[in-house]
């Protein structure tokens, strides 16, 4: 007598893998990897309230440690995020007295970003979460689970231009596209770095206040 169907499985056996031709919100791809940031993310603020810093705050004090001088651009195009979202964790920062700030030149343009000791104090005890919760993912996926999300990882942040590798790669599609005897090489201007172009990465604008420039 053979068995019922679903019934043949052993306690040890791994889970079964869902179907990616369903039709309901749960089995969207994308609306699965959104809940799965949500969780984390809700789990790493809880780790941070010990600190009083939200992620976006412990973002930025990680990506300024040991890179004294960073302007709030360049901090921006690290972060993936906007300028005057930028701005507004480092002005906060500032005021707890986490980071400091000086402008360059006479015309008071950009700052240039450094943490504080307190700064360097504060992120330390963040290296220390992320390295917990690392281990965390880590016990979660296993070695092989972990390298195939981020290869996967990879190929989503190449696909969106969310990585390093993605912006080298269009600048050096650029010289290609445009060179003479190219279609559309006669219509079409080489484009300067961080200027804005049909192949250029997207741009980053830059931070300022409301009627002045950064």
Do not use: Y
């Amino acid at each position: 007598m053979s068995p019922r169907p679903g019934t043949d499985r052993t306690p040890s056996s791994p889970p079964a893998r869902r179907s990616s031709s369903g039709t309901g919100l749960e089995a969207g791809l994308g609306f699965r990897l959104s809940r799965a940031t949500r969780a984390l993310r809700a789990h790493w603020e809880r780790q941070l309230a010990e600190l009083r810093l939200s992620p976006p705050q412990a973002a930025v004090l990680r990506a300024v440690a040991g890179r004294d001088g960073l302007s709030l651009r360049a901090l921006a195009r690290t972060l993936g995020s906007e300028p005057m979202k930028v701005k507004r964790c480092v002005d906060e920062l500032e005021e707890r007295g986490l980071i400091g700030s000086a402008h360059r030149g006479a015309d008071r343009r950009p700052r240039a970003l450094a943490l504080t000791e307190n700064g360097r104090q504060t992120a330390e005890r963040v290296d220390a979460l992320v390295h917990l919760q690392e281990q965390d993912l880590d016990r979660a996926l296993g070695h092989e689970g972990r390298a195939q999300l981020e290869h996967a990882l990879d190929l989503l942040e190449l696909r969106f231009d969310l990585s390093p590798a993605a912006g080298a790669a269009r600048r050096q599609e650029a010289p290609a596209a445009l060179a003479p005897g190219r279609p559309g090489a006669a219509d079409s201007k080489p484009t300067q770095p961080g200027r804005r172009g049909a192949l250029a990465p997207p741009p980053v604008e830059p931070v300022t206040k409301t009627g002045t420039k950064e």
